[in-house]
T-cell receptor, first 116, second 113 residues
Framework: DTEVTQTPKHLVMGMTNKKSLKCEQH?????MYWYKQKAKKPPELMFV???????INESVPSRFSPECPNSSLLNLHLHALQPEDSALYLC???????????????FGPGTRLTVT | QKEVEQNSGPLSVPEGAIASLNCTYS??????FFWYRQYSGKSPELIMS????GDKEDGRFTAQLNKASQYVSLLIRDSQPSDSATYLC?????????????FGKGTRLHILP
C-alpha cells in the first residue's frame, strides 16, 4: 500500500484567512515532503521532514508554516497568502533516507488552493 | 544550477507503438532517477525508479540509464490511449542527499487511437 492522503481536496481562502492543509501516511515512512505545483510546471520542493524534524526549507516565505506532529502526519499552516500562492499543494512521503532505493517518493492527491 | 532536461513535447505516438521519452541531467553525482506519470489535474504517480546503469523493465515500461552520458530514458511498449499524460523525469542532485529530488519540466505524451 503506497497511499498518502491529503485534506481538503479543494480550498478557497481570502488573503487574511488562516487555514491548514493536512497530510497523512500509514506506510511507516520516515520522510515527508511538501511541494507546490503551478499549472504546466513541475513540482517545486518546499519543505522536507526527516524523522519528524525539518531537514530542508527551500527558502519558503514565512506565510507558509510546516508542522510534523508525529511520524504519520504533516501539516502546512497558511496565513496571509497572496493570489500568486494559488496552486496544487502536494504532500509526499518516502520510506527511509539511509538505504539506496528506499527514498522513492509517493505523492498524495494534492490540495487545490485558490487565494482570492 | 543542477538541472534535469526534458523535451516538453507533445510527443504523439500511434496506439500500439513504442513511446520513447528522454531525459538528461547536468549533475554527474546524481545517483537515483525516477519517472513519474501525471494526468491532467492529478498528482504525480511513480512508475519507475533506476539506480544502476543499464535497463530496468516493469511490465510495458523499461527505464534505461547511462551515467557516463548523463542520460535516462523511459520506453513504453504497446502504447495505449491511457498512457497519454505528462511524464516527469526526476533525479537526486546531491551525493548523500537522498531526501531531495529535482524534476524536469515534463514531456507531454499523446497516444493516437
Amino acid at each position: 500500500d503506497t497511499e498518502v492522503t491529503q485534506t481538503p481536496k479543494h480550498l478557497v481562502m481570502g488573503m487574511t484567512n488562516k487555514k491548514s492543509l493536512k497530510c497523512e501516511q500509514h506506510m511507516g515512512h520516515r520522510a515527508m515532503y511538501w511541494y507546490k505545483q503551478k499549472a504546466k510546471k513541475p513540482p517545486e520542493l518546499m519543505f522536507v521532514y526527516s524523522y519528524e524534524k525539518l531537514s530542508i526549507n527551500e527558502s519558503v516565505p514565512s506565510r507558509f508554516s510546516p508542522e510534523c506532529p508525529n511520524s504519520s502526519l504533516l501539516n502546512l499552516h497558511l496565513h496571509a497568502l497572496q493570489p500568486e500562492d494559488s496552486a496544487l499543494y502536494l504532500c509526499a512521503s518516502s520510506q527511509d533516507l539511509a538505504a539506496l532505493g528506499s527514498y522513492e517518493q509517493y505523492f498524495g492527491p494534492g490540495t487545490r488552493l485558490t487565494v482570492t | 544550477q543542477k538541472e534535469v532536461e526534458q523535451n516538453s513535447g507533445p510527443l504523439s505516438v500511434p496506439e500500439g507503438a513504442i513511446a520513447s521519452l528522454n531525459c538528461t541531467y547536468s549533475d554527474r553525482v546524481s545517483q537515483s532517477f525516477f519517472w513519474y506519470r501525471q494526468y491532467s489535474g492529478k498528482s504525480p504517480e511513480l512508475i519507475m525508479s533506476i539506480y544502476s546503469n543499464g535497463d530496468k523493465e516493469d511490465g510495458r515500461f523499461t527505464a534505461q540509464l547511462n551515467k557516463a552520458s548523463q542520460y535516462v530514458s523511459l520506453l513504453i511498449r504497446d502504447s495505449q490511449p491511457s498512457d497519454s499524460a505528462t511524464y516527469l523525469c526526476a533525479a537526486n542532485p546531491e551525493m548523500n542527499r537522498d531526501d531531495k529530488i529535482i524534476f524536469g519540466k515534463g514531456t507531454r505524451l499523446h497516444i493516437l487511437p
